[in-house]
Nanobody
Framework: QVQLVESGGGLVQAGGSLTLSCATS????????MGWFRQAPGKEREFVAQ????????YYSDSVKGRFTISRDNAKNTVYLQMNSLKLEDAAVYYC???????????????????WGQGTQVTVSS
């Protein structure tokens, strides 16, 4: 059974930085595209970033492009999200997710990801 555990959330001032981590177990991590999503109160869960199984391909939502960086360490079974220049609108619960299929690229939709973490709260203050 796959387990994904996010950490690193917290309170940060606008303009600040935060790095989220997601440790996984239960599957061969290096075979799966990983993604980060977020959900703000009253809103639908939205795509943030994804990274291919080998780490060579990344894709970002327009709202975070240039500010956030997704990376992975396959030796540690962990995916990261470095968030810089945080804005008030970045505040949300952030979730990491693992693609349903091995070695398959995603197009940033929640339906392609079959395993999810419990989420970590990111709060941005003015």
């Amino acid at each position: 059974q796959v387990q994904l555990v996010e950490s690193g959330g917290g309170l940060v001032q606008a303009g600040g930085s935060l790095t989220l981590s997601c440790a996984t177990s239960g599957r061969t991590f290096s075979l799966y595209t990983m993604g980060w999503f977020r959900q703000a109160p009253g809103k639908e869960r939205e795509f943030v970033a994804q990274i291919s199984w080998g780490g060579g391909l990344t894709y970002y939502s327009d709202s975070v492009k240039g500010r956030f960086t997704i990376s992975r360490d396959n030796a540690k079974n962990t995916v990261y999200l470095q968030m810089n220049s945080l804005k008030l609108e970045d505040a949300a619960v952030y979730y990491c997710a693992q693609h349903r299929r091995q070695k398959t690229l995603a197009v940033g939709t929640t339906s392609q990801f079959g395993s999810w973490g419990q989420g970590t709260q990111v709060t941005v203050s003015s």
